[in-house]
């Protein structure tokens, strides 16, 4: 497996940058064509994607001014769009990729799902600095749309392909697919460290296993397995890439459930509320 379309989303906040530049650099590394994408909500729904789907009555002045919101976003999406293509189009030798614009009209996370169905990597800026401890909206809809993996990047963080990686695994579907997404740039790493955590894992998915998987696809791995249990295992992850100085965390996302993610937090959770490096998520 190769990375042959990247799908870059833009919202128009201060993480479009570190968006765009994380999927330029996986796109130098595989030839990558880029897919920048803006979505503006049809007339008379951008209320409702604001406001998350909840039903509230709003006023016709307030829908103007959310509506006139969405389209600010829009604007500033599409100038951080061509300030980085400018850059990009001055390096020497130049990108031999292709990059596109696509500024789509309809239901954001309709079009999103549309887009990442035929991408290999789904690029989305992380939550804003208020909702740090949630999944934002566009990366959920891509992780239960697109069956890709999903490369989730905090403002102001750059994804260094030159770093080590860490592979969370507890043997779940939603790890297995991680796994999956991440393979070719888990061959780019210097290092590849596959972290376990619990008393206990499928028999059928020990971690060493893991290990001998990837080395069978030319990436030599490390394995590291703790007892911790609960929010502990987020805790000892963390600590783990921070020690190792990681790049890219592979992490399968709600494996216990999205409503027991809501009410009792997880691992996915934690790590989004603390981690300040990529992620690359899998459901």
Excluded: C
């Excluded at 206990?200 to 893991?210: E, F, K, W």
């Amino acid at each position: 497996m190769t990375i042959r379309t990247i799908l870059a989303h833009l919202n128009g906040g201060d993480g479009d940058v570190a968006v765009l530049n994380a999927a330029y650099a996986v796109a130098r590394r595989f030839e990558a064509h880029i897919d920048v994408l803006a979505v503006q909500p049809a007339a008379g729904t951008a209320a409702a994607v604001l406001t998350h789907g909840m039903f509230l009555s709003l006023g016709g002045h307030i829908i103007q001014n959310v509506e006139q919101m969405a389209r600010e976003g829009i604007r500033r999406a599409l100038h951080s769009f061509r300030d980085w293509k400018a850059l990009i189009d001055a390096e020497k030798p130049r990108f031999p990729g292709v990059v596109a614009w696509h500024l789509v009209e309809g239901d954001p996370d309709a079009v999103l799902v549309r887009f990442g169905q035929v991408a290999d990597l789904v690029v989305i800026g992380g939550a804003e600095a208020d909702q740090t401890s949630r999944v934002p909206a566009a990366a959920e809809a891509a992780l239960f749309g697109t069956a890709r993996g999903v490369l989730l990047v905090p403002s102001g963080t750059v994804l260094d392909l030159a770093k080590p990686m860490i592979v969370a695994w507890n043997g779940s579907i939603e790890a297995t697919r991680a796994l999956a997404a991440a393979l070719p740039l888990l061959r780019l790493a210097p290092r590849v460290i596959v972290f376990a955590a619990g008393p206990s894992l499928p028999a059928s998915a020990p971690v060493d296993r893991v290990a001998a998987y990837l080395e069978r696809h030319g990436v030599v791995a490390e394995s590291v397995h703790h007892d911790s249990e609960g929010s502990n295992v987020a805790n000892e992850l963390l600590q783990l890439a921070t020690g190792v100085g990681a790049g890219l965390v592979v992490l399968g996302a709600f494996t216990h459930g999205r409503m027991r993610q809501m009410l009792l937090g997880g691992v996915t959770r934690n790590m989004l509320a603390n981690v300040s490096i990529p992620i690359l998520m899998a459901h």
